[in-house]
């Protein structure tokens, strides 16, 4: 597997890119109503985060490694990252790189907490693979104690820079505010190569970080956890999640790797199969297809340019504490399906005409703008 695009290359077809791009639109995200506001105090702080984590490295049953990544955010805070099995196949699975999109960082410790028991299933998905599970990327964005220029305050979408207030801000960022982080995966180093969105060193440590333990660990599979808001499909009914492989087509072309992006593309359908199959089993799950941009930064696309087969899966936001549970449920479920399969090695069997045949996301309702929003 590669581990490094060409910059040059890729540089084209990023400001080509940034032409239809609207880094000062208002962001889009997880939306809440009034009748609908989540407590944040039902989620776990980012002190409780890495205390239930050293709880559960101090209880772990089999190989199970609580470290911080590579890089720090912008207010020194340490990224919690859960090393699980030393098997030969491996997987990454990250959340929450939007501060505001937080359920799913829940399901992530969930599916952390199971696989450190001492269940014969445990033992045996240790022995058949390496897992890497992120809860929370974007640290700032939940609950840094920061305010934006605007004296806003997590948690919102962006991670914490608030560098530029006026004039021209960078691709990708939110006034007096931050970076969205899953724009930033497409370049690996801090120095001395170049950033295409910037003309310079990457400036976004989260995605920065979430590229160095790509490329230590190198899966062959990536899942990201997101939230969107709610939408229906064709027959009006609510749609649990979206979920989307790579389609970055012209990147991998302009870049020379189309046969390792392509191989990456029939492993992400696999995957995909494989939660929907999963989630098909559920009265309450209803899967459907993201409608996804191009954009060669954005961790799907980034990951299945260098061969991994990488997933996106947006699970619903925009509702009520009362519904957390099953959000988290159906989130654990789908990653667990995948790490399970994984583990037995039927993902590679699985049939990519179920994830090629899911239907199409509907329109959003109540949103703050009613056609399909790019919240990835």
Same mark, same amino acid.
């Given at each position: 597997?590669?581990t490094?695009?060409?910059?040059?290359?890729?540089?084209?077809?990023?400001?080509?890119?940034?032409?239809?791009?609207?880094?000062?639109?208002?962001? &889009?995200?997880?939306?809440?109503?009034?009748?609908?506001?989540v407590?944040?105090?039902a989620?776990?702080?980012?002190?409780?985060?890495?205390?239930?984590?050293? =709880?559960?490295?101090?209880?772990?049953?089999?190989?199970?490694?609580?470290?911080?990544?590579?890089?720090?955010?912008?207010?020194?805070?340490e990224?919690?990252?859960?090393?699980?099995?030393?098997?030969?196949? $491996?997987?990454?699975?990250?959340?929450?790189?939007?501060?505001?999109? *937080?359920?799913?960082?829940?399901?992530?410790?969930?599916?952390?907490?199971?696989?450190?028991?001492?269940?014969?299933?445990?033992?045996?998905?240790?022995?058949?693979?390496?897992?890497?599970?992120?809860?929370?990327?974007?640290?700032?964005?939940?609950?840094?104690?920061?305010?934006?220029?605007?004296?806003?305050?997590?948690?919102?979408?962006?991670?914490?820079?608030?560098?530029?207030?006026?004039?021209?801000?960078?691709?990708?960022?939110?006034?007096?505010?931050?970076?969205?982080?899953?724009?930033?995966?497409?370049?690996?180093?801090?120095?001395? +190569?170049?950033?295409?969105?910037?003309?310079?060193? &990457?400036?976004?440590?989260?995605?920065?970080?979430?590229?160095? !333990?790509?490329?230590?660990?190198?899966?062959?599979?990536?899942?990201?956890f997101?939230? =969107?808001?709610?939408?229906?499909d064709?027959?009006?009914?609510?749609?649990?999640?979206?979920?989307?492989?790579p389609?970055?087509t012209?990147?991998?072309?302009?870049?020379?790797?189309?046969? =390792?992006?392509?191989?990456?593309? +029939?492993?992400?359908?696999?995957?995909?199969?494989?939660?929907?199959? +999963?989630?098909? =089993?559920?009265?309450?799950?209803? !899967?459907?297809?993201?409608?996804?941009?191009?954009?060669?930064?954005?961790?799907?696309?980034? *990951?299945?340019?260098?061969?991994?087969?990488?997933? !996106?899966?947006?699970?619903?936001?925009?509702?009520?504490?009362?519904?957390?549970?099953?959000?988290?449920?159906?989130?654990?479920?789908?990653?667990?399906?995948?790490?399970?399969?994984?583990?037995?090695g039927?993902?590679?069997?699985?049939?990519?005409?179920?994830?090629?045949?899911?239907?199409? $996301?509907?329109?959003?309702?109540?949103?703050p703008? +009613?056609e399909?929003?790019?919240?990835?």
């Amino acid at each position: 597997m590669k581990t490094c695009l060409s910059i040059i290359a890729l540089s084209c077809l990023v400001l080509t890119g940034l032409a239809s791009a609207a880094p000062q639109s208002k962001p &889009n995200g997880p939306w809440l109503t009034d009748e609908q506001n989540v407590s944040l105090a039902a989620l776990r702080s980012y002190e409780q985060l890495w205390h239930t984590l050293e =709880q559960l490295d101090r209880s772990a049953k089999g190989e199970f490694v609580l470290s911080s990544a590579p890089r720090v955010s912008n207010t020194g805070r340490e990224i919690p990252v859960v090393t699980i099995g030393n098997g030969p196949r $491996r997987i990454m699975i990250i959340a929450q790189q939007h501060g505001n999109e *937080y359920v799913v960082s829940e399901a992530m410790i969930e599916l952390a907490r199971d696989l450190s028991g001492n269940s014969k299933e445990d033992r045996a998905i240790r022995d058949a693979l390496t897992l890497t599970i992120v809860p929370r990327v974007n640290v700032d964005g939940f609950d840094a104690s920061v305010e934006d220029a605007f004296g806003n305050t997590p948690p919102w979408r962006q991670n914490y820079d608030p560098f530029c207030v006026t004039g021209p801000c960078p691709a990708f960022y939110q006034r007096g505010r931050g970076y969205d982080v899953n724009r930033y995966h497409s370049f690996i180093e801090d120095s001395p +190569e170049v950033d295409p969105y910037v003309g310079g060193p &990457n400036p976004v440590p989260e995605a920065v970080a979430m590229r160095l !333990l790509f490329d230590e660990f190198q899966p062959s599979v990536v899942i990201d956890f997101h939230h =969107q808001g709610s939408y229906v499909d064709a027959d009006g009914k609510l749609i649990t999640g979206s979920t989307l492989w790579p389609n970055a087509t012209s990147a991998a072309e302009a870049l020379g790797v189309v046969d =390792q992006f392509e191989a990456g593309v +029939e492993l992400a359908k696999k995957v995909v199969s494989v939660m929907a199959t +999963e989630l098909d =089993q559920y009265g309450y799950a209803n !899967l459907t297809l993201y409608p996804g941009t191009t954009t060669p930064g954005i961790a799907r696309n980034a *990951y299945g340019l260098l061969g991994a087969g990488s997933v !996106l899966f947006e699970m619903r936001g925009g509702i009520g504490t009362k519904s957390n549970g099953y959000i988290t449920k159906t989130a654990y479920n789908a990653a667990k399906s995948v790490v399970a399969a994984m583990a037995d090695g039927t993902l590679f069997d699985a049939d990519i005409s179920v994830a090629e045949n899911l239907p199409p $996301r509907g329109p959003g309702i109540g949103a703050p703008n +009613e056609e399909a929003e790019e919240v990835e």
